[in-house]
């Protein structure tokens, strides 16, 4: 049987404790199953100071060579994935099924970087005889990052490995409430061999981290993923000090079903991809704008499955939805749906919490919520679904545009000229069409408007987490 494991800072290669600790719960029925520690300014500076040694020597090391490291350090991953799961569904609650897909998730994030910083290529600009112009891509320094608290283990991932493939060094601060996916990552690379000082991981109270730490001029960009207002006010903050940013930040994803494909089995795919991780999924399926000659089937449809849906402790192997992360989520929820019913909405489904022990939140799904309902504009980060009707594809768009956020879009259609209009018109990073996937390590991710900036994945992941230098060599004074 796999514990939880004894958490610590990582600094400098080594593993240290601190004076002051908070717990770490299980949200299944909020036990202690841990302690974090805290950094201090004084584990930052020293953090600071490994991370910059660290970079001396891994700006220097072959591509080739990162990659053999990333790689090693993802096959441990790999090879410790059942005790990586169990971790990630005591701390976060998601169904264990689950946690291993992420950690699978989290390694595939590794390997794809781990190939792309031997392929990110410069260039020669064609010249007059006796002069070369030649275009460089050089790592940018030290990383302090951020990752939040829904994928423990995949979100550190994403960061960590655009950051050392492009030969970066990177202190993260993880999520004190899901502390151990992160752990286990530095652990792999600890045990891969990975430089003292390349990655560094230190939790703390994270206004006091990222106040500290984004100010400080040997931070040469800030990475981020979490929600808008807070990514705002750090890339305010990293403003002032000419930082650059990578903000990858809330969505409210809007789909759009039209009448050309089966209601039943888009509500159905709608439904298990809106409940996985309990909803809590920054491009989750939320805003459903169904035509309405299959409104009604579909909502029944949706609804239907959404009560199949078995919502326990995540170790129970027959747990589908485990709980929500915290008692935030629960209250979020319980104010959405109260002003969705002031509003007039119907409750299709679900609408109050599970019981009085554990964070447990069933399959929630409201009907013909008005524009101004608060469940319309703000991201429930949470198992809500709201389903609308509306009369034309085109009213659908303009509905899916009208926030302000733009990480993920959905459409179902059979129509190729629905689908290309769909593509075009959708203003989101990311649009799928008849799938619900939105990131997958090959592809670029990131948001537009209020969703973000800069893409993390694919080819152009690294490219923020580099420089550009342009070298003119003429070849005679």
């Keep these: 049987m796999t514990t939880y494991p004894d958490l610590k800072l990582y600094i400098g290669g080594a593993w240290r404790k601190t004076a002051e600790e908070q717990p770490v719960l299980n949200p299944a029925d909020e036990s202690v199953i841990g302690a974090v520690p805290l950094a201090s300014h004084a584990d930052l500076d020293d953090a600071l100071a490994a991370a910059a040694e660290g970079f001396k020597v891994w700006s220097r090391t072959a591509p080739r060579a990162r990659a053999e490291v990333m790689l090693k350090a993802a096959s441990l991953m790999r090879a ?5 799961a169990h971790a990630i569904t005591l701390e976060h609650g998601k169904p264990l099924a689950q946690a291993r897909l992420e950690v699978v998730r989290g ?3 590794f390997e794809w970087d781990a190939g792309e910083g031997q392929r990110a290529y410069g260039r020669v600009v064609p010249s007059e005889p006796g002069i070369r112009y030649l275009v460089m891509h ?5 990383v302090a990052a951020f990752s939040p608290w829904n994928f423990p283990m995949s979100q550190p991932s994403r960061k960590i490995a655009g950051a050392l493939a492009a030969g970066c060094s990177i202190i993260i601060k993880a999520a004190e409430e899901t502390p151990a996916g992160a752990m286990h990552i ?3 690379f600890h045990d891969a061999g990975l430089p003292p000082g390349v990655l560094n991981l230190v939790f703390g109270v994270p206004a006091s981290i990222s106040d500290y730490l984004i100010p400080k001029p040997q931070t040469r960009l800030v990475a981020f993923t979490g929600s808008t207002a807070v990514g705002k006010h750090l890339s305010e903050l990293a403003a002032r000090h000419m930082t650059p940013v990578l903000m990858e930040l809330g969505g409210h994803a809007p789909v759009i079903v039209c009448d050309d494909v089966d209601p039943v089995a888009a509500a159905h795919a709608s439904a298990i991809r809106k409940l996985r991780n309990a909803g809590q ?3 989750s399926p939320t805003r459903f704008f169904v035509q309405e000659t299959i409104y009604e089937r579909f909502a029944k449809a949706f609804v239907e499955k959404a009560k199949t849906v078995t919502v326990g402790n995540g170790l129970d192997e027959n747990t589908q939805m485990g709980p929500v992360a915290n008692h935030r989520r629960i209250e979020a929820m319980e104010a959405l ?6 509003h007039g909405a119907r409750v299709l489904t679900g609408g109050a919490r599970i019981g009085n022990r554990g964070y447990f939140f069933p399959p929630t799904v409201l009907a013909e919520l008005p524009d101004n309902a608060r469940a319309m504009r703000e991201e429930p ?3 809500m679904a709201l389903i609308n009707p509306v009369r034309s594809v085109e009213e659908a768009i303009e509905k899916a545009n009208a926030l302000p956020f733009g990480l993920a879009a959905y459409g179902f259609t059979h129509s190729a000229a629905r689908a290309d209009l769909l593509a075009e018109s959708l203003e989101a990073g990311n649009v799928s069409i008849n799938t619900l996937e939105a990131s997958v390590a090959e592809v670029p991710f990131g948001g537009v408007k209020d969703s973000g900036y800069g893409r993390e994945g694919g080819a152009e992941g690294l490219s923020h987490y580099m420089t550009v230098k342009t070298l003119s060599h003429r070849m005679v004074i």
């Design 281 to 283: 999924v920054c491009t």
């Design 186 to 188: 530095a652990r792999a």
């Design 337 to 342: 749906v109260a002003n969705a019913r002031a």
């Design 107 to 109: 390694c595939e994030f």
């Design 138 to 142: 050089q790592p940018i320094g030290t």
């Design 80 to 84: 410790r994935a059942e005790e990586i």
């Design 381 to 383: 980060f949470g198992p």
